[in-house]
């Protein structure tokens, strides 16, 4: 099997594992003894401990897997998924917002139009787009890119990956709920397919801004929540400690969502996460997209519209016996 890199606390199990297979190879070379059996009885336990790690994560442990440096973010799924894309900017009333990028793209010859958020890979790139935290200006212009879909009747995709809208003042004074109250409900009845994708964090309003969707999927290391665990803790515990227990509390993980008909679907990741081999996450996403759009392009624009509303209209619904 591939090497996993590992990051975090709770995959040091694996990378013990992959150090002494790495001393027994040196060993190995060094003696010219043949230790193929030792090999084989390590590689054989590190598969089975990388299988059992990845597939009980807690819901805290998945918010870290969500929130990895070289996870691959929007802009890399569309290099990896489209052919061709023309980003637009600007949202017509006060500027281009870098936290939130869009514009029509190809993908296996199918137009689509394609809006996500984009946080960058390092520091210089995090301040350009203010950590993927959109201000008002960044839903309206996915709004106005939104709209512009509908007018040339092409698909549209989200990609969502946000620690939630920006909550600055001048956010605020220029309208940021008003922004993405706006969006949720142009978004419930916009005349085209909608897809949204969970791609890494999906906090609070900043993530439903863009997540309203005839199909929402996370991809398996994500998360989805009003609050993030960290502000969750503060606010019940004052203070952040309690983030692990916040995170479960929360039921944030991709199959908590699945289970509880709040996403249509989860899109499996590689061993070890989208950041251990972003061409094969992409692979599945781009899969995914194909399948939903062949379905979902025939149906008539009316239905559409009801069945996405109805969707949306069941959640959190409680009948008392």
Known sequence: MEQIKTSFDFEKPIAELVQQIEKVKQVSEKTKVDMSATLRELEEKLDVTTKATYSNLSGWQKVQMSRHAERPQTLDYIKMICEDFIELHGDRTVKDDKAIIGGFATIAGQTVMVIGHQKGKNTKERQYRNFGMANPEGYRKALRLMRLAEKFNK???????????????????????????????????????????????????????????????????????????????????????????????????????????????????????????????????????????????????????????????????????
């Open 155 to 321: 698909p549209v995709i989200s990609f969502i990956d946000t620690m939630g809208a920006y909550p600055g003042l001048e956010a605020e004074e220029r309208g940021q709920g008003e922004a993405i109250a706006r969006n949720l409900l142009e978004m419930s009845i916009l005349k085209v397919p909608i897809l949204c994708f969970i791609v890494g964090e999906g906090a609070s309003g900043g993530a439903l801004g863009i997540g309203i969707g005839d199909r929402v999927y996370m991809l398996e290391h994500t998360w989805y929540s009003v609050i993030s665990p960290e502000s969750c803790s503060s606010i019940l515990w004052r203070s952040w400690d309690y983030k692990e227990r916040a995170a479960e509390c929360l039921k944030l993980t991709s199959e908590d969502m699945f289970q509880n008909k709040l996403i249509d679907g989860i899109v499996r990741e590689p061993l070890g996460g989208a950041h251990q081999n972003p061409e094969a996450m992409a692979q599945n996403v781009k899969e995914q997209i194909l399948r939903d759009l062949q379905e979902l392009i025939p149906v008539p624009t009316d239905e559409l519209i009801a069945k996405r509303i109805d969707k949306f209209c069941a959640m959190g619904v409680v009948v008392e016996d």
